[in-house]
């Protein structure tokens, strides 16, 4: 299992960016995916959850109304557009599967991709 971030950056605050996730190793339309962030000195923390076929979404609080997740199955990709930045959102962004075999589920991570958010 692979997944690979890009896109980050330095931008100013009300900037916007797009994160992409390229995922490899599994079936890749079979299994919800997620962003998360971590900032320095915080805990992980969910940014946004994606259905397998896509059609459901959810968001941090901290997020809502200004970042989506997407995908596109047919490219094994997930994205996230990040509009409105704040300073707040400056953190290492991480993609994250949560991939079952069995009864057992095992977690992966991409290596991060950080945003900083700054004038």
């Known amino acids: 299992v692979q997944l690979v971030e890009s896109g980050g950056g330095l931008v100013q605050p009300g900037g916007s960016l797009r994160l992409s996730c390229a995922a490899s190793g599994f079936t890749f339309n079979a299994y919800a995916m997620s962003w998360y962030r971590q900032a320095p000195g915080k805990e992980r923390e969910l940014v946004a959850r994606?259905?397998?076929?896509?059609?459901?979404?959810n968001y941090g609080d901290s997020v809502k109304g200004r970042f989506t997740i997407s995908r596109d199955n047919a490219k094994n990709t997930v994205y996230l557009q990040m509009n409105s930045l704040k300073p707040e959102d400056t953190a290492v962004y991480y993609c994250?599967?949560?991939?079952?075999?069995?009864?057992?589920?095992?977690?992966?991570w991409g290596q991060g991709t950080q945003v900083t958010v700054s004038s």
């Open positions: 994606i259905i397998s076929a896509g059609g459901s979404t």
């Open positions: 994250h599967a949560l991939l079952r075999y069995g009864l057992e589920f095992s977690s992966y």
